[in-house]
């Protein structure tokens, strides 16, 4: 059933070396240096652990890495992206980015003041997001470019188009999936000239064509999905609205596209807030109704979050700590009958943001800096007609509760040398409905981060966590030690234990080091990782647990 | 075999070409939603600091809090500008404007949600900081240590003579 193209090995490598000459000519014929680009490599040792099991699978050294070259002259530019996975991608990356040496991206641009056009690969967000983003993520191994042509026009400052047209990058290959996308924003307030305030307005559709295969006749292969947004911002307060709609598509259930059972899609986020000096405060609510739109069907859930049309995070706090990383929500936009009733989610966010001052009796002599969140999320409330594979759902229902979590920050400089973040969370995880698999999880996390300042070149960083829960495998623990010798190298000791596990308890440790100097950074890790759900920006991937060692590199020019 | 030793000569040319380029010329977002073109925001001569920041990134809101503590003082000493341009996606842009103004930041602030900036300046992580006097990089530095941002300043002076 694959039906991803191909292209032959030496065609590509014909096409790098012709774009490495024309960028080197290019350079060559320019008057100064217009040529820029990164460096990117991530390699992994793999090791045997006695305590987590033997590494199983081929390839115990594996390496990602990345070289992209920018060059411009005039009003033209132009670019590459090489990738190398060799001898093969880091553990729990699509099989589809497999290959020594590639031509990832490349793009020809033309820009003017009023005109942008691109051929090739690129990158592009209508709106926030929910019916159309393509983007990269290194570390979670996405990356969904859209390969074909795209035009940005603006006419005046006051409106913006865009149109595009392309494939969307699956790994080396391309989605079977065509899209088409149109997007357009117009400022109101430039164009009624409105000194006080900001109002935007912005339109965009997109339509995904794909063929299916023994489709039933009346079937159209055509999805399409429209977005209407507006953002008001006056003074201290400021609201966006955002209503989407996705024409009936197809249902799929374990990559089975079943052209006879239809389902229509829809998105409301509604935005507001109000800040000052030293105040802010932001809330969202969403409510999101069989939402997954997949370039090619058959992906509908795949487990490497590849060729994903749109972009719907989940709306919660991210966090930067190990310990607060372990029961992670992931928006439920999906649609799904089998094992259980789902169709979308429901809940709010909010965000306070307070500046106690210096001086006062709570801000002390440095102030201090609270931030405060809070997010739940529900199930869509709604009748399931398992047989038919049909449901029906209320606008404003909550059903089964899926996520809630509430979180304290607290940031306070004691005095020149010291310094403190403090963090707790409480939370609840339904597991049986986020990831599909059995239990709940109510937990409370503490967390002291202290930073001790010897000179301003060498510091100090203590973090201590604590997460209690009677819940999935019990108590950890976790701490970490960091030390920045100078601003060029530190070295760093972290460990986690789930102590409370009667089961199993094991010691996530890991030691390594780094050095930076200008845009250069070069880290060496050992250690052994928590296998479970890695989330960057609100995506998540299984991956499993490993040991061994990591070096990364990066570096830009 | 063949194809890595292509891989690395590219490389290896592209360390060659190692000078001053030329700020990426890209209209962004300010957290009122009207679209800044960085290069108007200068004057002639004026060093420009941009940092890449999001607001899940705790060395980032910790750079931009310690430079705070000095902005006024030092700005009044070289007069240069820094703005803070937020890499945060659909997932938590909403958050930027009501921390950036709790805690009470001077800086301006511009939106990246597509990374669309990030991508161009060739930044791979965050904090990324990048110095421009006339649209031209002048240095560029990623990470941050508690008190690294004395030597920043250090940099900001040299530049601005």
Known sequence: MKKLKKLPNNFTMKKIILIALALF??????????????????????????????????????????????????????????????????????????????????????????????????????????????????????????????????PTKEIYLTALYGKQRA??????????????????????????????????????????????????????????????????????????????????EFQNVKTDKLAEGNAFVFNTGYSKKGLGIDATFRRLENMNFFSDREQDGNVYNQQVVNYIPSLTKQHDYSLSNIYVYQAQPKLSFNPIGKAGEIGTQIDIYYNL?????????????????????????????????????????????????????????????????????NLYYNKRYVEETVGEVNANIFILESTYKFSNKKSLRIEGQHLWTQDDKKNWWASTVELNLSPKVSFYATDMYNYGNELKKIHYYNFGGSYTKNNTRIALNYGRQRGGLLCVGGVCRVVPESTGFSLALNTSF | MKKIILFALILSYSYTLLSQTSLPSIELKNIDGEYIKIENTVEKDQVLVISLWATWCVPCINELDAIQEYYEDWQEETNFKLIAISIDNARTTSRVKPLVNGKEWEYEVLLDVNQDFKRALNANTVPYLVIVKNNKIVYSHSGYTPGSEIELYEKIKEIAQ
Not at chain 1, 73 to 81: E, K, L, P, T, V
Not at chain 1, 95 to 105: A, S, W, Y
């Open chain 1, 171 to 252: 790994g080396f290959k391309l989605s079977d999936g065509e899209i088409l996308g149109f997007n357009s924003e117009i400022s109101l307030s430039d164009l009624f000239k409105l000194q006080k305030s900001t109002i935007n307005f912005g339109f965009s559709a997109v339509s995904r064509i794909q063929e299916v295969e023994n489709s039933v006749p009346e079937f159209t292969k055509n999805t399409n999905a429209y977005s209407g947004r507006l953002n008001i911002s006056s003074g201290n307060i400021y609201s966006n609205i955002e209503y989407v709609l996705k024409n009936e598509d197809a249902l799929v």
């Open chain 1, 25 to 154: 000519t290019f350079q060559a014929y320019s008057q100064e240096k217009n040529i820029s680009g990164s460096f990117i490599s991530n390699s992994q040792y793999y090791l045997d652990d006695n305590k987590t099991g033997d590494f199983n699978e081929d390839n115990r050294f594996r390496s990602n890495n990345y070289l992209k070259i920018d060059g411009n002259y005039n009003n033209f530019s132009i670019g590459i992206q090489l990738e190398g996975y060799a001898p093969q991608a880091i553990l729990n990356y699509s099989p589809t980015f497999n290959k020594e040496i590639g031509l990832g991206n490349y793009y020809l641009n033309y820009k003017t003041k009023k005109l942008d056009i691109t051929a090739g690969h690129f990158y592009e967000q209508f709106g926030n997001g929910l019916i159309l983003r393509s983007w990269e993520d290194k570390e979670l191994g996405i990356n969904n470019a859209l390969v074909g042509g795209r035009i940005n026009y603006s």
């Open chain 1, 357 to 425: 001052k210096k001086g006062t009796l709570l801000g002390g002599k440095y102030g201090t800096k609270l931030a405060l969140n809070y997010s739940t999320w529900y199930g869509l409330k709604a009748n399931y007609d398992l047989v038919n594979r049909t449901y029906s759902s209320d606008f404003l229902g909550f059903g089964k509760k899926y996520f809630t979590d509430a979180n304290i920050e607290i940031r306070k400089k004691w005095s020149k040398k010291w310094s403190s973040i403090i963090t707790y969370t």
